[in-house]
């Protein structure tokens, strides 16, 4: 019988077999003592070092191909960097496959506060990334499935289809599917609680909200082709129309509710909604598209690739005018349309003396009501020796603060915990989407009491159920939970780093018109389109989405923006790579530096025209549902020049994309037929079929495509190209 190896011994076998192979065993210690108590273990129970992260069938003829080194090995170190149970890697496996290859990229990561976190044992992102890498290859490729329990499956050089006969493309066009339902459902969410909002302003049921901007609730009102007596009447009304494009159902109601989405009706420029009925992807309604996906994507139901990519087009609009459309005309309706607006980003907008509230999140409900409480509970604050109260912004409900008040851009998610880390927030409240599991441990190293509302809910954190008609005492609590917890805050442990930066904000559509309408009343665009015409704008490309720790703290976003406005490129931004640009001072005056001269003179005199030194080169539009924006920009400059959206000198960019949200805007884009990059790139390299249309076939339907480009230099170079190829189209 042949002699059982010890663990010393099958590591000594495996480090020589590395060697001899040209490859390097697993770094990190744990990891390989796991593995090779994994290999040892099989080796006892079935007398061979099987795989231990394979299943071993107890048929020797079949499970032969499984002995470690297996069959797959090779394969699969080319592909992904090392073997399935990270054993054995390339051996150049830093340099071939770390997410970022450009080594000169500045990080944004305060070292002194990533420092204290470790010594308060407070946990941070980049750490528990750290400790996922290397992650699932199957993953990334987009060819695994768990969708029903004949799986978990994945395409391996051995099995070319799922249990089922789910074919790699079924699998990866499933998936997507699947992702962008559930993005668009977070949006869908935001919009109709809003909405309701509304409703409820109308119906006289509410007192904590009001109309905001009734010019635009009449214009939009207008638009839905409705009348009515009053303001109420006209906030019901609205509201009720938007209620349509959750429920419209063919048959069942009794009035006639059209057959597709009213907001996309009253928004999408009309030759776009031709097309959209031609290949059929116009949304009936948000609710039924959503479950509509979700059946779609089951075990046995649509295997078609084709129909399932065009579910996804058709998500897309959902999350477009259903979902962020929808939640950002609310939302102006409700709280204003934002306006220039001076501001202050990054974690040095803490203030040492003050009682520090961060609101993070999405939805701006309770932050409006929380920003009002601050004020008017400011003496509260003083009696307990602070010198006031500091509200802050995190994520998007900090784009939301910042673009209606100027209140501070303080942190990306990606620094959600740094903030509590500074020690010096007594209370940090979290309502929806992006809001990191971790937060409750580490507000638990602090004095911070960390509230969830709405949809966010975690063990640890204080939850306070959100309900519009209480608004008001409901903000008022919280704010005096963060007072009185002012008394408990431990000085030693603060730490506030001096980091901050001027901003510019508020460039709505609304706003951008009336600033070039300082150098043409009569017809605003003129002057942009003229100067994109003439070349002295380049192009306009917008930067969106979040901040991914894959690409470990680099400024992966800013690079990319310095390069495009090099090429006298106009970026307009959004979500998290709004306070990323803010931070970098991209979005000041001052910033025209970074630019090309032609594009720099541009912003000079559009800036003279609005007593402003140079409009910055960076436009601040809002949170994510403000992508809302950037597609209405667009509109506008495509029914004013008579010009389709796609053959405009236009793309986008969700360079360091994480959310299933940031997907769904993405495929949004798509529909409307702007190319779009994303990195890290979406889970389809392992679907030929589905990669092929994303990047190449849908440009000849809805002229979008995704561009790729894993290095900020990669990534402009894909941009630019496809910006002078559209400038060279429109012989421009
Ligand atoms: S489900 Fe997919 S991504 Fe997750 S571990 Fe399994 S193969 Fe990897
Ligand atoms: S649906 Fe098909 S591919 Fe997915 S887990 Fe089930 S059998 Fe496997
Ligand atoms: S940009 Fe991304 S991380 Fe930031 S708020 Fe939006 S979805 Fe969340």
Redesign the pocket.
Same mark, same amino acid.
């Given at each position: 019988m042949k002699k059982k190896m010890k663990e010393q011994e099958i590591y000594k076998f495996s480090k020589e077999y590395a060697k001899k192979a040209g490859f390097a065993l697993n770094k990190n210690k744990k990891q390989l003592s796991y593995v090779i108590k994994g290999l040892k273990k099989n080796e006892d129970k079935y007398g061979f070092r099987f795989c231990p992260c394979r299943i071993v069938t107890g048929n020797f003829e079949e499970d032969r191909i499984i002995v470690c080194p297996c069959i797959y090995h090779k394969q699969e170190i080319k592909d992904q960097g090392h073997c399935l149970c990270n054993l054995f890697f390339d051996k150049d496996y830093e340099k071939k496959f770390g997410a970022v290859k450009t080594k000169e990229l500045e990080s944004w990561v305060n070292k002194s506060l990533a420092a204290k976190a470790k010594k308060d044992n407070a946990s941070f992102v980049l750490d528990r990334f750290e400790a996922q890498r290397p992650q699932c290859f199957f993953g990334y490729s987009g060819i695994c499935c768990k969708n029903c329990n004949m799986g978990p499956c994945r395409i391996t050089p051995r099995a070319a289809t799922g249990v089922c006969g789910a074919t790699a493309d079924v699998i990866a066009a499933r998936n997507l599917l699947r992702t962008i339902s559930a993005g668009a459902c977070c949006h869908v969410e935001h919009a109709r609680e809003n909405a309701l909002t509304l409703l409820k302003v109308g119906e006289g049921k509410t007192k904590a909200y009001s109309v905001k901007d009734k010019e635009k609730l009449n214009q939009i009102e207008k638009k839905l082709g409705k009348k009515s007596k009053n303001l109420n009447e006209t906030a019901v009304n609205v509201a009720l129309e938007a209620f349509e494009d959750f429920r419209r159902q063919h048959g069942v109601f009794h009035r006639s509710e059209g057959s597709y989405l009213n907001w996309l009706k009253i928004n999408a420029p009309n030759y776009l909604q031709e097309l959209w009925k031609k290949i059929d992807i116009l949304p009936e309604n948000a609710d039924i598209e959503t479950t509509r996906s979700m059946h779609a994507t089951t075990m046995g139901n649509d295997t078609d690739p084709r129909s399932l990519l065009l579910q996804c087009l058709k998500l897309g609009l959902v999350d477009g005018y259903a979902g962020l459309r929808m939640a950002t005309d609310m939302q102006d309706i409700l709280f204003g349309t934002p306006h220039l607006i001076k501001a202050e980003a990054n974690l040095g907008t803490l203030k040492t003396d003050f009682v520090n509230i961060a609101m993070h999140g999405?939805i701006p409900l309770l932050s409006e009501k929380i920003l009002e409480w601050s004020k008017k509970l400011e003496k509260e604050a003083l009696k307990q020796g602070a010198k006031g109260i500091n509200i802050v912004g995190v994520?998007?409900t900090g784009n939301e603060l910042t673009e209606r008040h100027g209140i501070a851009l303080t942190a990306? #998610?990606v620094q959600s915990e740094l903030v509590l880390v500074t020690g010096a927030v007594e209370a940090m409240i979290v309502d929806a989407?992006?809001i990191y599991p971790s937060l409750a441990a580490v507000a638990s190293c602090y004095h911070t009491k960390l509230i969830t509302t709405m949809i966010a809910k975690m063990p640890g954190a204080l939850h306070i159920p959100f309900k519009i008609e209480d608004a008001d005492k409901i903000a008022e609590k919280i704010v005096k939970i963060a007072i009185d917890n002012f008394k408990n805050r431990n000085k030693a442990k603060v730490l506030i780093p001096k980091e901050k930066t001027e901003l510019y904000s508020g460039f709505s559509v609304e706003q951008i018109i009336e600033a070039l309408g300082k150098l043409n009343k009569k017809e605003p665009l003129n002057p942009l389109v003229d100067n994109i015409k003439s070349g002295n704008i380049k192009g306009i490309v917008a930067i *969106?989405?979040?901040?991914n720790p894959k690409l470990r703290g680099k400024k992966f976003a800013e690079t990319l923006i310095k390069e495009l406005l090099k090429e006298n490129i106009l970026v307009v931004t959004t979500?998290? *790579?709004a306070h990323a640009s803010a931070q970098e001072g991209l979005m000041k005056p001052e910033a025209v530096k970074y630019c090309g001269n032609k594009l720099k003179a541009v912003l000079e005199a559009i800036g003279k025209a609005n007593d402003l030194p140079s409009l910055p080169p960076v436009l601040h539009m809002g949170?994510?549902v403000d992508n809302s924006r950037i597609i209405n920009l667009v509109s506008e400059i495509s029914n004013y020049t008579k010009i389709p959206i796609s053959k405009l000198p236009i793309a986008a960019s969700a360079p360091e994309l994480? #959310?299933e949200?940031?997907v769904s805007i993405g495929t949004n884009a798509l529909a409307h037929g702007i190319a779009v990059h994303i990195n890290p790139p979406l889970w389809i390299a392992g679907a030929p079929w589905v990669t092929k249309v994303l990047t190449k076939d849908l440009e000849k339907i809805t002229g979008g495509k995704v561009l790729n480009g894993e290095s900020p230099k990669e990534a402009a170079k894909a941009i630019i190209e496809h910006i002078e190829n559209k400038r060279k189209e429109l012989k421009i």
């Open positions: 999405h994520c998007c990306h #998610t989407q992006c *969106i989405g979040c901040r979500g998290c *790579i949170s994510c994480v #959310t949200k940031a």
